[in-house]
């Protein structure tokens, strides 16, 4: 049985359109996301959500 695909963020060249920044911005704004272990990059592949968000347990939310 396979995984469900990871959700990704946009290319880097599509999120400096869209938010009309530059891409060093864009870059940091990763850096940031990845230092807070929200997303994990692969390189050449892409910048994808973390599978597990920094604090979350196994437990389900009551």
Not at 5 to 30: D, F, K, N
């Amino acid at each position: 049985m396979s995984q469900p695909a990871r959700p990704t963020c946009s290319p880097q060249r599509l999120l400096c359109q869209e938010h009309g920044v530059s891409t060093i911005v864009v870059r940091q704004a990763i850096f940031a996301l990845r230092t807070e272990g929200l997303v994990e990059g692969v390189k050449g592949v892409g910048v994808f959500v973390a599978e597990r968000l920094p604090g979350a347990s196994d437990k389900p939310d009551r």
